[in-house]
């Protein structure tokens, strides 16, 4: 938690206080200002919510969003679902294993880190792929790597 | 001044819009231009896009697959007085498609600026609303169920009923909550109204809302939906702005509070009793029923659970009336479907539709076959736990219980489209490897089953003891369909039986398959 101080953290998660329902809001809370969510995060918003550690842990190791490291600095998800699956996606996915990116694994590589994600909506222009949030169809090794270019620039 | 319309719906994002957008307003600047650009919602053709619109005295002239580098050439060529080049395509309401469509609930998407309250009332918007208002609310629990809307989210229970039960059960708090996790693979319909016109799905809410007594609204949007979650937010802080919502709906005294909840990345959250203990900050565990939501559902409190696509139907239901909305469709499926067209398809995109239209016609005649040039070799509806249909059944109507009659399931609409390179035995292998990943736990034969079922296509794909394994892969099958808590685990085998049945070949079956 280089940035931030547990007592920040306790601070922003302040509205939440004594809220059992609002672990998952309290975990993305916490995501969403450090990246990923630290270990300690887990005891401060246990405490803050005022329920076990147990149930903190139990929340944040079902929801597939949530990193225990923080991410790279560019995160590509690409599509490995039936739609994108039907649009050669097979194809893309096995081209960013050969420039070292393993979408299973999740590694990271020159800044970079690509992840699998079931389905982004995007259906009738796969494959799809989004990078740090902005969509890209027709994705190819090429699309993806001139939009990750954009942001490591 | 011009009107230049560049959609910012995410597909459009996807191909570039915001860059066009940009382009166009540069341009205009330098060259002393007198533009101005909305961002509207898509119109749904997604093969066109970025499709950019220019209001003429004609109409709105469109030019398709709009690049930010084409925009010097297209105002050259007299884009902004609609003029003609390669990529115009006319006048877009004009165009076959277009004319072709029901849209009630897409009747605004793609055409207003989707956070324009001001547009959406001059198109009709919060006419449903003020008739809600001026009924009882037995009356509009009525009206709805005389419509013979069905959930849109893919178990067709009548929308009526469930509010029926709402309505007439007794508690000091009472929730709307909007399923828009939207995770089935082909489906993008409720992302598309979301970010097009997130009005229609707030005015739906709110009239539920006043029909059953509930004072409290959430939207679960899945957390791959950044670009909708942000327009929802918008349109919500713009509708408290302007007393949509909060303690007095348009000064009629009832209350309505609406909030968006951001999903983690989880399918079975799509799931209805799932998706309430994800609002509860809980992990997304499947409860079992009885007690259904309506009785005990969020937080224990009476519970409306609408997708999208059925809240955002009933605004145009409450303005015209139930048996407008009851004269389209057929037999038991009223109304309209919006139809999602996705995969390998050339035309692909969003059509609204009476439902009754066959596969065939919307596949071959919309849809214009695969986006490979290839021959189809099958389709697959209603996501990623719907059965694959194959080219003989293009004859079936599009509808809850004629598809039910060949093996398939509509579910959210969604069609995927595989050309004939796809195998088979590979997606009946994913089904069940999916259902392993997304499964919540909860039950033994979705969290068992699913890693058995993987194991065991992989034994009759290799040739192992095929006639053993085919027979537990059925058995396993029915247990799963029979004894899972809810869909997740119940209709996997849904897509792994019909794969096994209309394609033996792709899993190397050299014996009989029963």
Redesign the interface.
């Known amino acids: 938690m280089s940035n931030y101080s547990e007592e920040s953290i306790l601070n922003f998660l302040g509205p939440y206080k004594g809220?059992?329902?609002?672990?998952?809001?309290s975990?993305?809370l916490v995501q969403e200002l450090l990246g990923y969510v630290p270990d300690s995060a887990l005891d401060l918003i246990a405490k803050n919510s005022n329920v076990s550690r147990a149930e903190v842990y139990?929340?944040f190791t079902?929801?597939?969003?949530?990193r225990s490291t923080p991410p790279a600095k560019v995160v590509v998800?690409v599509?490995v679902?039936?739609?994108?699956?039907?649009?050669g996606s097979a194809q893309l996915i096995s081209e960013l294993h050969d420039k070292g990116y393993d979408i299973h694994k999740g590694n990271i590589k020159d800044d970079i880190q690509m992840e699998q994600?079931?389905?982004?909506?995007?259906?009738?222009?796969?494959p799809?792929a989004?990078v740090n949030?902005?969509?890209?169809?027709?994705a190819t090794c090429e699309r993806i790597f001139s939009a990750t270019s954009a942001v490591t620039a | 001044m011009t009107k230049v319309f560049v959609p910012m719906d995410?597909?459009a994002?996807?191909?570039g819009a915001n860059e066009v957008a940009q382009a166009i307003s540069e341009h205009a600047a330098k060259n002393g231009l007198d533009v101005t650009i909305v961002r509207n919602g898509s119109r749904g053709m997604?093969?066109l896009?970025p499709l950019v619109e220019v209001e003429t005295p004609a109409g709105r002239v469109g030019y398709a697959n709009v690049s930010a580098d084409q925009i010097p050439e297209l105002l050259s060529a007299g884009l902004l007085n609609g003029d003609s080049h390669d990529s115009c395509l006319g006048i877009v309401e004009e165009l076959e498609i277009l004319r072709n469509q029901t849209r009630i609930t897409f009747a605004r998407v793609g055409i207003i600026d989707p956070l324009s309250l001001v547009e959406y009332e001059s198109h009709g918007g919060l006419k449903g609303l003020r008739n809600a208002i001026a009924m009882s609310p037995a009356q509009v629990v009525a009206e709805v169920t005389d419509s013979g809307l069905r959930g849109r989210g893919g178990a067709g229970f009548p929308a009526g009923i469930k509010w029926n039960t709402v309505l007439n059960t007794e508690s000091d708090q009472k929730y709307i909550c909007c399923n828009a996790d939207?995770?089935?693979?082909?489906?993008?319909a409720d992302?598309m109204l979301m970010e097009g016109d997130p009005f229609t799905l707030i005015e739906g809410m709110i009239i539920a809302g006043i029909a059953v007594g509930a004072t409290e609204g959430l939207i679960y949007v899945r957390?791959?939906?950044?670009?909708a979650i942000d327009v929802l937010n918008q349109a919500i802080a713009i509708a408290n702005e302007n007393k949509l919502l909060g303690d007095s709906v348009l000064g009629s005294g009832f209350k309505f509070k609406l909030e968006v909840?951001?999903?983690?990345?989880?399918?079975v959250c799509g799931e209805e009793t799932a998706m309430l203990e994800?609002l509860?900050?809980?992990?997304?565990m499947v409860r079992a029923k009885p007690p259904i939501p309506a009785l005990v559902g969020l937080?224990g409190k009476p519970t409306v659970i609408n997708n999208v696509m059925t809240l955002a139907a009933v605004p145009m239901i409450l303005a015209d009336g139930a048996a407008s909305y009851q004269t389209f469709g057929v037999d038991r499926s009223r109304g309209t479907q919006v139809f999602?067209?996705?995969?390998?398809?050339l035309r692909?995109?969003i059509v609204e539709l009476p439902f009754g239209i066959t596969l065939g016609e919307l596949v071959d005649t919309i849809g214009g076959g695969t986006?490979s040039g290839r021959p189809i070799k099958t389709v697959?509806i209603g996501g990623?736990l719907g059965a694959y249909l194959g080219t003989e059944s293009w004859d079936v109507q599009m509808g809850y219980e004629s598809l039910a009659e060949v093996g398939g399931m509509l579910g959210h609409g969604?069609i995927?489209?595989?050309?004939d390179t796809?195998n088979m035995a590979k997606?009946a292998r994913?089904a069940m490897e999916?259902c392993a990943?997304?499964s919540?736990g909860k039950c033994t034969p979705c969290r068992i089953g699913s890693t058995r079922g993987v194991e065991v296509i992989d034994r009759i794909v290799a040739g192992e003891d095929q006639a053993k394994n085919l027979e537990l892969l059925e058995d396993l099958c029915e247990v799963m369909t029979d004894g899972s808590l809810c869909a997740m685990g119940g209709l996997t085998p849904l897509p792994v039986r019909s794969a096994l049945k209309l394609f033996p070949a792709d899993f190397g079956i050299k014996v009989e398959v029963k």
């Not at chain 1, 809220?19 to 809001?25: P, T």
């Not at chain 1, 949030?133 to 027709?138: D, E, L, M, T, Y």
């Not at chain 2, 939207?182 to 993008?188: A, H, K, Q």
């Not at chain 2, 509860?280 to 997304?284: I, L, N, Q, T, V």
């Open positions: 809220e059992a329902s609002a672990i998952l809001r975990l993305q139990g929340v079902f929801y597939s969003d949530f998800k599509c679902a039936e739609a994108c699956q039907a649009s994600t079931f389905c982004l909506g995007n259906c009738a222009l796969g799809s989004m949030g902005a969509p890209i169809g027709r | 995410s597909a994002l996807s191909m997604l093969w896009e939207e995770g089935d693979s082909g489906t993008f992302r957390s791959e939906y950044p670009h909840r951001v999903g983690a990345g989880s399918y994800s509860e900050g809980k992990r997304g937080f999602q067209l996705a995969g390998n398809i692909g995109g986006y697959q990623p969604g995927v489209v595989f050309d796809v997606q994913f999916f990943e997304e919540c």
